[in-house]
């Protein structure tokens, strides 16, 4: 049996593969979703995994690498994509989290295989030329083959890359085909689905983080070849695949080991007073132990202090300058942006998001 796990992290790609006994990670998420990927390996029991690959120079998915490799959890070989674009290699996000440990990155090309065993392999399909435009289209692309199924992982493969590789036919059918891009418009073109044919595709984004995803005219081209998709942001925990014998299953993955997720919690931002407001509009105490508060546009990241609300309760939260009826001070000035969307994401003590918003601004 093969089986991959789908994080619930937003707008971010991080999977975890298993496969005869081997654990394998494909992308690491953001630096502020690496909770949820500690709880995953600690519910799923790894120490070890087998492999870390790395599909493109992008934060949401890579910020995750540098906590990934300064923790305990044994690394055997970290591999990405030989071309990439913009950054210099000593400044590679994969280059610098291999130092953590003194390790090498095994940079991949088209026509490279990574082979967990026998029966099983990575094969490198792309990328096969730079692209100076868009990072997005150097991602790093892999046709997972088994004996028991296939997965086309894409990263956030475009319309431009998806060109390169059926320009060259280097795609072929897969069970499993993982959505580039988020599902955005852009990407998982009636081409590539023609010569892919999915039975199930797999889409890693947070339609309130990027609006445009899942796209509409993606979620079309896909059900118009009798694709079944599954989106991230509906799953508890994770979307749960497992493909035995040929036959693909999917269902909604909740951690067991873990207290179930809050949902009776709403946000709102006021940016007159530059204050968010936490409501408990359940009917059961909740407790913020543990949770953390992010602001997208300053990249923040606010630990929060022990707190119940009772049903009914707020919490205003403001800068530590704020004044009036604050209930939690935050140490800084100024939490959310003026002028420019600015999205406040409500995470707990295991990186699962409880509420989510914004500060009124498009775009």
């Known amino acids: 049996m093969v089986q991959l796990y789908c994080l619930n992290i937003g707008k971010a790609d991080c999977m975890l593969l298993l496969s005869g006994g081997k654990a394998y990670l494909i992308d690491t998420g953001y630096a502020h979703t690496y909770p949820a990927l500690e709880t995953a390996l600690e519910q799923l029991n790894i120490r070890r995994l087998h492999g870390v690959f790395l599909t493109h120079c992008h934060n949401d998915h890579e ?4 906590q990934l490799f300064q923790s305990d959890i044994e690394i055997d070989a970290l591999y990405a994509a030989a071309i990439y674009y913009d950054v210099k290699e000593n400044k590679h996000p994969a280059v610098k989290a291999a130092k953590e440990r003194g390790m090498q990155v095994t940079f991949l090309r088209q026509g490279d295989v990574v082979r967990p065993d026998e029966e099983t392999a990575f094969t490198v399909l792309g990328p096969v ?8 289209n150097n991602s ?5 083959t088994s004996p028991h199924g296939s997965i086309l992982f894409t990263g956030d493969m475009k319309e431009e890359e998806e060109y390169d590789l059926l320009s060259r036919n280097l795609l072929s ?7 580039g891009h988020h599902g955005d418009s852009g990407a998982t073109s009636a081409a590539l689905l023609q010569k892919v044919k999915p039975k199930v595709a797999l889409m890693l984004t947070n339609t309130f983080q990027e609006k445009d995803t899942p796209a509409p005219s993606t979620l079309a081209r896909l059900a118009a070849v009798n694709c079944k998709t599954y989106v991230s942001q509906d799953a508890q925990d994770a979307i749960y695949v497992s493909l035995q014998n040929g036959s693909v299953t999917v269902s909604d993955m ?4 873990i207290p179930k997720r809050i949902t009776a919690l709403s946000a709102s931002i006021s940016l007159s007073d530059d204050t968010l407001t936490l409501k408990n509009q359940g009917t059961e105490t ?3 132990s543990g949770c953390t508060l992010y602001s997208s546009k300053g990249e923040d990241l606010f630990p929060l202090p022990d707190m119940t609300l009772a049903p009914g309760d707020k919490c205003i939260i403001g800068g ?16 959310w942006h003026q002028e420019k969307r600015d999205i406040a994401i409500l995470y707990d003590a295991y990186g699962r998001i409880l509420t989510q918003t914004d500060n009124g601004f498009a775009e």
């Open 286 to 288: 909740v407790t913020l």
């Open 173 to 179: 059918q897969a069970d499993v085909l993982k959505c």
């Open 63 to 66: 910020g995750g690498l540098e």
């Open 320 to 335: 530590k300058n704020a004044e009036g009826n604050i209930h939690i001070k935050l140490d800084k000035k100024k939490i």
């Open 254 to 257: 909740a951690w067991p080991g």
């Open 140 to 144: 790093l692309v892999m046709h997972f």
């Open 129 to 136: 030329r730079v692209n100076e435009d868009n990072e997005n």
